[in-house]
Nanobody, 122 residues
Framework: QVQLVESGGGLVQPGGSLSLSCAAS????????MGWFRQAPGKEREFVAA????????YYADSVKGRFTISRDNVKNTVYLQMNSLKPEDTAVYYC???????????????WGQGTQVTVSS
């Protein structure tokens, strides 16, 4: 069983940056594709970014492309989401998720973290 814990959320002004981390325990992440999703109040959970188990392939939602970067460190068993040029519409609870081997951009992931709040406001 994989346990995922997100951290790094908070309040930031528009145009600012935040770096989210997702630390795993229970099993090594090296065989898992990883994804970041977000859910704003009153909206459905949406895909943000994903990375293959090797880190060789990354995928982004159009709304964050060019502003967000997903990366992973399989030695540290951690996945990251660097968020730059943040906008108020990026405000949401951000979740990381793990899926065995195959990376997808849907919510078909096997393990989920509890989420971390990101608020972009002046």
């Amino acid at each position: 069983q994989v346990q995922l814990v997100e951290s790094g959320g908070g309040l930031v002004q528009p145009g600012g940056s935040l770096s989210l981390s997702c630390a795993a325990s229970g099993r090594t992440l090296s065989s898992y594709a990883m994804g970041w999703f977000r859910q704003a109040p009153g909206k459905e959970r949406e895909f943000v970014a994903a990375i293959s188990w090797s880190g060789g392939s990354t995928y982004y939602a159009d709304s964050v492309k060019g502003r967000f970067t997903i990366s992973r460190d399989n030695v540290k068993n951690t996945v990251y989401l660097q968020m730059n040029s943040l906008k108020p519409e990026d405000t949401a609870v951000y979740y990381c998720a793990a899926r065995w081997r195959v990376v997808v951009t849907t919510a078909s992931y096997d393990h989920w973290g509890q989420g971390t709040q990101v608020t972009v406001s002046s």
